[in-house]
């Protein structure tokens, strides 16, 4: 599966964009796609992820501003990110496993296996 992620930009605070992550070789639909983000100096951290079954996950710190959705006539997932922070900067990774990992998986970006390039999003205050 290769992944092109897309979407970043310079935002102002409180506002918002949406991030695209397009799936090619495979169809996104078997699979568990993951949004992780790396700030400058810090490690990496999961942000969300959209299971293959539907389901959703969320870190704490982006709950209620974050959504994350699947289009698979696309082949694409999307972060939907509303409210924007400062401390949301930072360049934000999809990535892909196959299947639906267990939720404390999910958080690990050791669980999956594709991943694709960064694209940095930078909130302005």
């Known amino acids: 599966v290769q992944l092109q992620a897309s979407g970043g930009g310079l935002v102002q605070v409180g506002g918002s964009l949406r991030l695209s992550c397009t799936a090619s070789g495979r169809t996104f639909s078997g699979y568990t796609a993951g949004w992780f983000r790396q700030a400058p100096g810090k490690e990496r951290e999961f942000v969300a992820a959209f299971r293959s079954d539907g389901s959703t996950s969320y870190a704490g710190s982006v709950k209620g501003r974050y959504s994350v959705s699947r289009d698979n006539a696309k082949n694409t997932v999307y972060l939907q990110m509303n409210s924007l922070k400062p401390e949301d900067t930072a360049v934000y990774h999809c990535?892909?496993?196959?299947?639906?990992?267990?939720?404390?998986?999910?958080?690990?970006?050791?669980?999956?296996?594709?991943w694709g390039q960064g694209t940095l999003v930078t909130v302005s205050s």
């Open positions: 990535a892909a496993v196959s299947g639906r990992p267990i939720t404390s998986m999910l958080f690990s970006s050791q669980t999956y296996d594709y």
